[in-house]
């Protein structure tokens, strides 16, 4: 799913792309993708583009007067930009929003239809769809700790809940985590003063490293390599790849659809987080460290 470093890319390109041009239309390849009834979408042809800004992980289009388009790119949306009417993609597309000089196009891979788009008229409207997190690169070190200390989570949890932090999801938790030296399954409430300021460096760092990354990535052109698998993370999608700090093998802890990444070495002492399937499946053969599990693969 685009994070906030991606989401923040995707906006600033859709400023410098349309800006202050007149949406002539848009065309919807599927009835999944919009999500709201009024005013109608055909409400928004012929106005002008005032901007774009980011909403959380969502793209907020803002039009004259006080229209806007809201956009949710879930795990597999992604926008490109085109020639004038480009088509739809029979099996990806989902919108094309038409200009004179250009179309911005949004896709989805795959065949769950998750992306939605609302159309709302007025700030009160927009607000609604606002999850309230923290904003952490224009915030303090006294704001951040009052939100990770708003309950008692694990870190990786409380780093990924909208109402709490602002735009940072599975990705880029997991490379905020290795740097800040912490383990994922940590309790927020157990948290000292020493680790709660290197958890907001390292989120930071990360996320200002990766927006100027991405910025430099895009250049002038429209960012078109939007993944949440990037060259260069430390620990997120390199399973069994050697953490570039240590060497150490990288381990994950799976759950449904979503796995965390991390480094046993850097992060946990050496100690290996109990996957929940695999952990029920072995019980008491699950291996509680690097050394154990690498004895075992061995074996």
């Known amino acids: 799913m685009p994070e906030?470093?991606?989401?923040?890319?995707?906006?600033?390109?859709?400023?410098?792309?349309?800006?202050?041009?007149?949406?002539e239309g848009v065309r919807i390849g599927g009835p999944s993708l919009l999500r709201s009834v009024e005013p109608p979408l055909s409400a928004v042809?012929?106005?002008?583009?005032?901007?774009?800004?980011?909403?959380?992980?969502?793209?907020?289009?803002?039009?004259?007067p006080d229209l806007f388009l809201i956009f949710h790119l879930m795990i597999a949306g992604r926008f490109h930009w085109k020639r004038p009417r480009a088509k739809l993609a029979r099996k990806t597309g989902l919108a094309a929003l038409d200009f004179a000089h250009g179309t911005l196009l949004l896709t989805e891979a795959g065949t769950k239809r998750r992306a939605s788009l609302y159309v709302v008229q007025?700030?009160?409207?927009?607000?609604?769809?606002?999850?309230?997190?923290?904003?952490?690169?224009?915030?303090?070190?006294e704001s951040f700790r009052e939100r990770i200390l708003a309950?008692?989570?694990?870190?990786?949890?409380?780093?990924?809940?909208?109402?709490?932090?602002?735009?940072?999801?599975?990705?880029?938790?997991d490379e905020i985590l290795?740097?800040?030296?912490?383990?994922?399954?940590?309790?927020?409430?157990?948290?000292?003063?020493?680790?709660?300021?290197?958890?907001?460096?390292?989120?930071?760092?990360?996320?200002?490293?990766?927006?100027?990354?991405?910025?430099?990535?895009?250049?002038?052109?429209?960012?078109?390599?939007?993944?949440?698998?990037?060259?260069?993370?430390?620990?997120?999608g390199r399973y069994r790849q050697p953490c570039p700090d240590c060497g150490s093998p990288v381990q994950r802890?799976?759950?449904?659809?979503?796995?965390?990444?991390?480094?046993?070495?850097?992060?946990?002492?050496?100690?290996?987080?109990?996957d929940r399937a695999l952990s029920r499946l072995l019980k008491k053969d699950w291996p509680r460290s690097l050394e154990e599990l690498e004895a075992r693969r061995s074996a």
């Open 4 to 23: 906030l470093p991606d989401v923040s890319v995707y906006v600033e390109a859709i400023e410098r792309f349309v800006a202050g041009r007149v949406l």
């Open 45 to 64: 042809a012929g106005h002008r583009v005032t901007g774009a800004h980011r909403l959380g992980k969502r793209v907020v289009i803002a039009l004259d």
């Open 122 to 141: 007025g700030e009160a409207q927009l607000a609604e769809h606002d999850p309230g997190g923290l904003e952490v690169l224009g915030a303090d070190l």
């Open 151 to 173: 309950g008692n989570h694990t870190l990786k949890r409380a780093l990924t809940d909208p109402h709490l932090l602002s735009g940072i999801g599975n990705a880029y938790s």
């Open 178 to 236: 290795h740097r800040a030296r912490l383990s994922p399954v940590k309790l927020t409430g157990r948290l000292g003063e020493e680790e709660i300021t290197r958890l907001f460096d390292a989120t930071l760092a990360t996320l200002t490293t990766w927006l100027e990354c991405l910025r430099d990535e895009a250049g002038d052109g429209f960012p078109e390599n939007v993944t949440a698998f990037r060259e260069g993370m430390t620990v997120h």
């Open 253 to 274: 802890i799976v759950y449904a659809s979503n796995e965390t990444n991390y480094c046993a070495t850097c992060q946990t002492g050496g100690r290996l987080l109990a």
